[in-house]
């Protein structure tokens, strides 16, 4: 079983940025593909970001593109987002997840790991 632990979340000034990480346990993640989701309230799961494998090939929303980047250190079963110019609207539950496919995964129904979640609350 797959344990994912998220944290660097947190309150944070338009145009700012933060950094969140990932921490997965239970078994090495190095074949499989991560992904950030987000949950605002009152709206649907996002899908935000995915990373592959090996770190060499990445996907990203249209809302965070060319804002967010996502990495990965398989030495140490992390994953990362970095978000920069961070505008109110990012503000939401970010979700870690991991895919039990191996390789990469592009669409969120392959995701079947979830951790609990890092808010993060952007404000103007």
């Known amino acids: 079983q797959v344990h994912l632990v998220e944290s660097g979340g947190g309150l944070v000034q338009a145009g700012g940025s933060l950094r969140l990480s990932c921490t997965a346990s239970?078994?090495?993640?190095?074949?499989?593909?991560m992904a950030w989701f987000r949950q605002a309230p009152g709206k649907e799961r996002e899908f935000v970001a995915t990373v592959n494998y090996n770190g060499f090939s990445t996907w990203f929303a249209d809302a965070v593109k060319g804002r967010f980047t996502i990495s990965r250190n398989n030495t140490k079963n992390m994953a990362y987002l970095q978000m920069n110019n961070l505008k109110p609207e990012d503000t939401a539950l970010y979700l870690c997840?991991?895919?039990?496919?191996?390789?990469?995964?592009?669409?969120?129904?392959?995701?079947?790991?979830r951790g609990q979640g890092t808010q993060v609350t952007v404000y103007s």
């Open positions: 997840a991991a895919s039990s496919r191996y390789g990469s995964a592009y669409t969120p129904q392959a995701y079947d790991y």
């Open positions: 239970g078994r090495s993640l190095s074949n499989n593909a």
